[in-house]
Structure formats: structure tokens, C-alpha cells
């Protein structure tokens, strides 16, 4: 959820968001010059190398975070900013895959990674209009309820806060009647992403951690015991540790690590200050909401009262404007009863996409780390995971890991992951269609 390289159709400044709008900017930060140590070097300023630096210097190490832009330029600070617990997959299907306890233990990790946030925000005094009044899954179709039944069922065996909606307090919730049922979990919430990004890159360079923009790490190197790092303009920096957390902006200083997820593209609208009846009517308390379908819709209501819609589409540099169509026509369909909608922003991004859909992370002979993979629930469990690299680099066992460190492996026929995002979008489109034909 950060940045170390440019991909398409992007340019090196904020894009024009809601979020870059009512957000104050940070004071302006250096490049890198010359030649610096550290103890540990973190490529990439988004929530998970800013989470890392935050950890790190509480424990007394000498931290550079450099992003090729600044911090928040990335996912973290263009996303719907819902903070959601857990991952795509369900707890039964973490044990299945990890083990009874390891995935038990793996699924109480990504659930309690709401609670850091919050903690992180209240702790350091982060002004990001925090709310945390529960996150909403609704579901459209009598198949997709199930699924969510089951899902509340597994989460309210671990001891979750959660709830099936009755059918006749769905509507009032969320603000439309095309919903045929819902589950809700409290733990869930709404920040403003870009200044809870912000505001973790204070609180670091508060207490001492160098945060360098515009600073492109080009390469690396192993050199007398210590990575130094190339930078775009010549500067370098050397540290025994190095933490790599650029997600889908990442390069290849790694290798296999840009191939080993695939970045796609995902955008986000937002309508002019609402009127009051919409206000009333649209998330009334302030929930924020993401339905069950394969290609999903977010929904929330801004700190300054406007609809703010989200929603994935494909790698291609040419979509923006195709998913933000979609956003358009789904809110007509959602909140069309209410009269007409009035937009005033559009702005998209990318998010790192793995192969299992969960997130990774890799180590290369314990002194340089990386993760990626959030898989569109970056601002909880990205977080979570700086924290836990943090923790990494100061001497925490392998075996005390929820997440645990694997093999970097690239996707097979990566050049061509347009295409393949292409095709499963259209797939999984017809699998939505499937499950609605399936309730008539």
C-alpha cells in the first residue's frame, strides 16, 4: 500500500480525492542525500512501513522510511476507508488450510487487527474521523445469504461481536430495499484513510524515524555485512535490516516479488455534500457497508457528509473510467428511490492481489523482509502486519508468527495478468449473475 514505482496511467502527485481535498497535507519532506546508515531501512510509506517504523523506533533503532512519492500516496490513502476484520476467507477455510490451530490462531489475528487500528489512532492522536459503529456485508441474492449466515455462525463460535440483521431492519440501515439479507460485525469501522496515513507518518517522524520522499530505491545490494540501497538520484542507504512494503507498487529490488501478486486497479466516487433526507435515509448510523458479490461494492458515508462508493475492476491502465460507470449505475440502483445523485470526485489505485488471496509475507536470510497482499482489506490487516514485521526484526520466533513467512512464488504467465484479471472479472461477474438466477 505504498510506493516504489509508478504503474499505468499514473502520475507522481495525489490524485484528485475526496480524501486529498479535506486532508491537511504533511509538511514538506526530504529526499535522500548522499549516502546514510540505519539500522533499518523500510522502502515504502503506507500503513504497513509506517506500522514497521513506528515498532522499530519504540524499541530504540535508527529507521528510514522511503517512498517514491510520500507517505499515503499509495492504496493507503486512495482506499473506501473501511476498516474490516479479517480476510476473504472464512475461519473454517484458514483451518482447513493452515491447520486447526494455526488457522484458528491465524483468523483471531486478522480479526483483532480493527482494535490496532483504533488503539494506533487513539494512542498517537491521529485526527482521521474514526467510526466504529460496525461494518455491514449484505447480501443480494438467497444463495449469498447463506454463505453470510454461515459466516456470522463461524465468527460467533470464536466469540465475535456479530449479528444476522432481521429482514425488516436492513433497508433502514443501509438506506435501500434491493438487500435480502445482511450480517453485521461490530468490530468494524470508518476512518479517512489518507489522514490516518498522514498521521502515522507524525507520529514517526515525531519520534525520530527519517521519512524521505520523491526516493525511488532503484536497487539493492549485500555489501560488507549491510543492504544499501540505490536510490532514483544517487543517494543511498545502507542497514543491516531491510523491511520491503511497496504491495502492488512494487519493482523488482526484490526478485519475484512484483511477479508474485498481481496489482488491479480500484476506484473510488463521492457526491457532493448530501441533503439531509439522503443523510437520514443512507446509513443512518453511520455503518459502513460491502456487499457479498464476487466483484463487491463498498459503501460509506464521509466525515463531510457525502456518499463514497468503491469498488475493483481490472489491471489495465484504461479502466478507471469503466469502473467508475459501474459505481455510478450501482448507486442509481441502490439509492435511486431517493432522487438524483450529484458526483463531484472520481480517483482509482491499485492493490496487491495474491494467488490464495492472503496476505505474505517473505524473508530473505532474516535481515530483509517484505509483505504484500491485503487483498482489499489493507487498512486493518496492513497495519496489523507492519506491526508484526516490526516485531520480526526485534527477535520474535518464527513459531509466535500468526502469519508466518513463505517462499516468494511469481505467478506463472505474469506478462500477461491483464488479460487473466480480464477473464476472471467477466468470470466472476457470471458467477454473481449464477447466484441471482439461482434465487428467482
Not at 51 to 70: H, K, S
Amino acid at each position: 500500500m505504498a510506493s516504489n514505482q509508478l504503474l499505468a496511467g499514473e502520475r507522481p502527485e495525489f490524485p484528485d480525492s475526496l480524501w486529498a481535498s479535506i486532508t491537511p497535507p504533511l509538511p514538506p519532506l526530504p529526499s535522500l542525500e548522499g549516502a546514510q546508515e540505519f539500522d533499518v531501512a523500510i522502502v515504502g510509506g503506507g500503513f504497513t512501513g509506517l506500522m514497521a517504523a513506528l515498532t522499530l523506533r519504540a524499541a530504540g533503532r535508527r529507521v528510514a522510511v522511503l517512498d517514491a512519492v510520500e507517505p499515503g500516496w499509495g492504496a493507503s490513502g486512495r482506499n473506501n476507508g473501511q476498516v474490516i476484520p479479517g480476510f476473504k476467507w472464512d475461519p473454517d477455510v484458514l483451518r482447513a488450510r493452515y491447520g486447526p490451530e494455526a488457522g484458528r490462531r491465524l483468523a483471531l489475528w486478522g480479526a483483532a487487527a480493527p482494535d490496532l487500528v483504533f488503539e494506533t489512532i487513539a494512542a498517537h492522536g491521529i485526527e482521521c474521523s474514526p467510526v466504529r459503529n460496525g461494518w455491514i456485508q449484505p447480501a443480494y441474492t438467497d444463495v449469498a445469504a447463506e454463505r453470510i449466515e454461515e459466516r456470522c455462525r463461524l465468527w460467533a463460535e470464536l466469540g465475535a461481536p456479530v449479528a444476522m440483521l432481521p429482514r425488516d431492519e436492513i433497508a433502514s440501515l443501509l438506506g435501500t430495499p434491493i438487500f435480502q439479507a445482511a450480517w453485521i460485525d461490530r468490530r468494524g469501522g470508518c476512518i479517512n484513510p489518507l489522514a490516518y496515513a498522514r498521521g502515522l507518518a507524525r507520529a514517526a517522524q515525531s519520534q525520530g524515524v527519517g521519512l524521505y520522499a520523491r526516493t525511488p530505491v532503484e536497487s539493492m545490494r549485500k555489501e560488507d555485512g549491510r543492504w544499501v540501497l540505490a536510490c532514483a538520484n544517487g543517494a543511498t542507504a545502507a542497514a543491516p535490516q531491510v523491511i520491503v512494503a511497496t504491495a502492488a507498487y512494487a519493482n523488482d529490488i526484490v526478485g519475484g516479488l512484483r511477479t508474485s501478486m498481481v496489482p488491479v486497479r480500484t476506484a473510488q466516487v463521492a457526491t457532493a455534500p448530501l441533503p439531509q433526507p439522503y443523510l437520514d435515509a443512507i446509513l443512518p448510523q453511520r455503518h459502513c457497508a460491502s456487499d457479498t458479490r464476487r466483484l463487491l461494492t463498498s459503501f460509506r458515508i464521509s466525515p463531510d457528509h457525502r456518499l463514497v462508493m468503491g469498488g475493483a475492476g481490472a489491471t489495465a491502465g484504461l479502466s478507471h473510467d469503466f469502473i467508475v460507470r459501474k459505481l455510478h449505475k450501482a448507486a442509481a440502483r441502490m439509492f435511486g428511490h431517493l432522487g438524483p445523485l450529484a458526483w463531484e470526485y472520481a480517483w482509482s489505485g491499485y492493490f496487491a492481489v495474491t494467488k490464495d488471496h492472503m496476505p505474505h509475507i517473505h524473508e530473505t536470510g532474516g535481515d530483509l523482509i517484505c509483505a504484500l497482499g491485503c487483498n482489499g482489506r489493507g487498512i486493518a490487516v496492513s497495519t496489523a502486519m507492519g506491526k508484526l514485521l516490526g516485531e520480526r526484526l526485534l527477535g520474535l520466533p518464527t513459531e509466535d508468527m500468526p502469519l508466518r513467512p513463505t517462499p516468494i512464488r511469481p505467478f506463472a504467465f505474469h506478462a500477461f495478468r491483464h488479460l487473466g484479471v480480464a477473464v476472471a472479472t467477466q468470470y466472476n461477474g457470471l458467477l454473481d449473475y449464477v447466484d441471482k438466477a439461482r434465487s428467482r
